[in-house]
């Protein structure tokens, strides 16, 4: 908890639009965020109209935000691995994971737990950072170092390290299909890197890409 603690609010209370182009097209969505924060990002489904209920789970209680605005018609105050979920069955268009997945022991059992809450057609949504990035090679392999940082790659409340594989095997549990596996680098328009992504035909996009945003659907 002590590392949560010395993280600035900046870190729990920036909108994640990043995750909110990946939903699906219509409005009135009932969206589920674990590891909310602030309720930033729920605010914004919610006063665009882009989601009609908006749900949040998160570890702790941050003064000043939207944790208690009316807005948000639930918020969720524990650890998602250890608290009992009383949600209807198949009542969620989508469930965001926003940099949240390493974080926990076991995000497989997570996933799991929350996939009967997900109805048919509705999407897991998650970024996570990818281990195979030259910044990890670069750091791991050619200097020797595994330092320990505040935010970032090695961030030091992280649990769990991906490659882009693995994310995707993550996040198609049974019952779940891959829409789309997109590099940040993408969402970077106009950047040399991914000006050089496409040139090279994405042949080092994984050694390029710091994070991967990973959606699956739940089969009809």
């Known amino acids: 908890m002590q590392y949560y603690e010395e993280k600035s609010t900046e870190y729990f209370t920036r909108c994640r639009t990043d995750l909110i182009q990946f939903l699906p097209p219509d409005k009135g969505l009932n969206v589920l965020e ?3 924060g602030g309720g930033d990002t729920l605010m914004t489904l919610k006063q665009s ?3 009609k209920s908006v ?17 948000i018609d639930q918020f969720i105050f524990g650890n998602i691995e250890n608290i009992q979920l009383d949600f209807p069955a198949n009542h969620f268009d989508a469930v965001l994971f926003g940099d949240v997945l390493e974080h926990l022991l076991d995000p497989w059992s997570v996933i799991a737990k929350l996939s009967p809450f997900v109805k048919p057609g509705g999407r897991l949504i998650a970024s996570i950072p990818n281990i195979r990035s030259r910044q990890a090679l670069k750091s ?11 935010q970032g790659l090695f961030d030091k409340t992280h649990y769990r390290w991906f490659c882009k594989k693995n994310m995707i095997d993550l996040l198609t549990p049974a019952g779940f299909e891959l829409v789309s596996c997109t ?5 970077k328009k ?8 496409k040139l090279t035909n994405r042949l080092f996009e994984e050694f390029l ?4 945003i990973t959606v699956s659907r739940k089969k009809v």
């Open 49 to 51: 109209g882009k989601a």
């Open 34 to 36: 674990i590891g909310a």
């Open 209 to 212: 890409t710091v994070q991967f």
């Open 55 to 71: 749900t949040g789970v998160e570890l702790f209680q941050i003064d000043n935000s939207f944790q208690t605005s009316p807005h």
């Open 190 to 197: 106009g950047s040399r890197t991914r000006v050089f992504n």
């Open 183 to 187: 590099s940040n680098v993408e969402l």
């Open 140 to 150: 791991i392999y050619f200097k020797g170092d595994f330092a320990y940082t505040s």
